[in-house]
């Protein structure tokens, strides 16, 4: 198993800014993803966070919004960039190890206001 | 599109009821199966997971899931739910050749009545 960490763990931000979200995690792991949590609404994969080379991005997500980065095995951060209240969501990070079980971070709930 | 189909949005038992959550996937090919559990105020846990073998799977607090594939389905149960059953609970696959991508249903909230 693995203990993930994220900061902040809530915030509230005026539409135009942006929040940079981290996630730690008490292990080195080869797979990251960033998951993001509508209200009301399922988990949807934002991308996976690869070390040493760009993230992957799911469809509907770009890089340009959601910057990533991944310096190391145990390390990422989530931009969300320019936000609009459209963005309120819980964002989650998480890992795994390919088509294992992942184990996720406690989220971080960002408002838009 | 690969989907993940869950029945029921909200239900609410009685303690000692019998619980049984519907779960299909839409996808031909081979899948990896899991039920995740969010308890108020935790994080994201798994509860189950099914790759190959017996398609009944027992996981963590008397849960179980049956794994029928050629219904697509991967239905959670527990004979007798607890108050501290409350929670909201989300089945998942990942599809082969997807790795690391989870794909979740809609989320199921459960109430259970003391």
């Known amino acids: 198993s693995a203990v993930i960490s994220q900061k902040p763990s809530r915030d509230i931000c005026q539409r135009g800014t942006s929040l940079t979200i981290q996630c730690q995690v008490d292990s080195q792991v080869t797979m990251m993803f960033w998951y993001r949590q509508q209200p009301g609404q399922s988990l949807t994969l934002i991308a996976t966070?690869?070390?040493?080379?760009?993230?992957?991005?799911e469809s509907g997500f770009v890089i340009d919004k959601f910057p990533i980065s991944r310096p190391n095995l145990t390390f990422s951060t989530l931009t969300v960039s320019n936000m609009s209240p459209e963005d309120s969501s819980i964002y989650l990070c998480s890992v795994g190890q390919g088509f294992d079980e992942q184990f996720f971070g406690p989220g971080t709930r960002l408002t838009v206001l | 599109a690969q989907s993940v189909s869950q029945h029921n949005h909200h239900v609410i038992l009685s303690e000692a009821a019998s619980l049984e959550l519907g779960c299909n996937y839409s996808y031909g090919g081979t899948v990896n199966l899991f039920w995740y559990v969010q308890y108020p105020g935790q994080h994201l846990q798994l509860l189950l997971k099914y790759f190959s073998g017996d398609p009944l799977v027992k996981g963590i607090k008397g849960f179980e899931a049956e794994f029928i594939k050629s219904k697509f389905s991967f239905n959670l149960r527990k004979p007798s739910v607890q108050w501290s059953d409350t929670a909201e609970y989300f089945c998942a696959v990942i599809l082969s050749g997807n790795t690391g991508k989870l794909i979740f249903g809609q989320g199921t909230t459960l109430q259970v009545k003391p």
């Open positions: 966070a690869n070390q040493g080379s760009e993230a992957t991005y």
